[in-house]
């Protein structure tokens, strides 16, 4: 996953980027006088940090590797590799360097090994809320944030509402709306699933396979058939 995380530092050059939002907490101390001495360089500037940050990662330096991460994404929030690669970080590294630290799986409850992974993916979350001040419509952070939600949360319900905002997105892959409505399915929303297959259904380009219209169809029928759907009142698909 994170072969690509020293990618950044390839790109380094100075770019001016006026719209930089500043943020609270420690990272703003002084960032005001920082960012104006940078100046165009907080693009190469976030690069350099970005490879700090993962200098910090192989050492399981938690502390320094969150910080350097969120000044990464402050110096530069364009990069959306920034975001992703950071919340994965948090919402899977971190936790598994946690309970290492704490003597390894064998030495601590599963009890207490579920609260560990719930904080950093929380965290995680919080992460991407900022990614999402920045990438407001971009659908792989709402997707990474369903994942999150869904792996390390277990919280069915907001991953299939992450995977329904992901899919609304530009930019959304085909599979997102298909995930929306398997989670709803799931949760035992099965008329929700199929209204929203109805709706998804031809809307789908038949040669595209990535599209999986034949798979869509399929789910369609198989919840027809657990509603008991009247044959007069089933699905009828358009002609290829």
């Known amino acids: 996953m994170l072969h690509r995380i020293v990618e950044p530092v390839s790109r380094a050059r100075c770019v001016a980027r006026p719209e930089l939002r500043l943020v609270p907490g420690a990272l703003a101390v002084g960032q005001g006088a920082t960012f104006g001495i940078l100046g ?5 500037m976030a690069d350099l940090v970005w490879l700090r940050a993962y200098l910090a990662w192989e050492r399981r330096d938690a502390p320094a ?11 530069d929030p364009h990069p959306i590799y920034f975001w992703l690669n ?41 992460f991407l ?9 971009n659908a792989a952070l709402w997707i990474e944030r369903a ?37 709803l399915r799931r949760l035992g929303r099965k008329i929700e699933a199929l209204a929203w297959l109805v709706d998804l259904h031809p809307r789908l380009p038949s040669n595209v396979e990535a599209a999986a219209a034949d798979v869509v169809l399929a789910r369609i029928r198989e919840l027809e058939r657990e509603l008991a759907v009247p044959i007069e009142q089933i699905y009828r698909a358009p002609a290829s």
Not at 40 to 44: A, E, F, L
Not at 97 to 118: C, D, H, N, V, Y
Not at 147 to 161: G, K, M
């Open 147 to 183: 994942n999150i939600e869904l792996n390390r949360l277990h919280e069915t319900a907001a991953a299939a509402e992450s995977y329904r905002r992901a899919s609304q997105q530009p930019d959304a892959p085909y599979f997102a709306a298909r995930l929306h409505a398997e989670l």
């Open 129 to 137: 809320d900022e990614a999402m001040i920045y990438h407001p419509a």
């Open 65 to 75: 590797t969150e910080t350097l991460l969120e000044l990464a994404s402050v110096l």
């Open 40 to 44: 165009g360089c907080r693009t190469m």
């Open 86 to 126: 950071g919340a994965r970080i948090i919402a899977y590294d971190m936790p598994a360097w946690e309970i290492a630290a704490a003597g390894g799986p064998l030495k601590i409850s599963p009890t207490q090994q579920a609260l560990i992974s719930a904080v950093q993916a929380r965290r995680a979350l919080g």
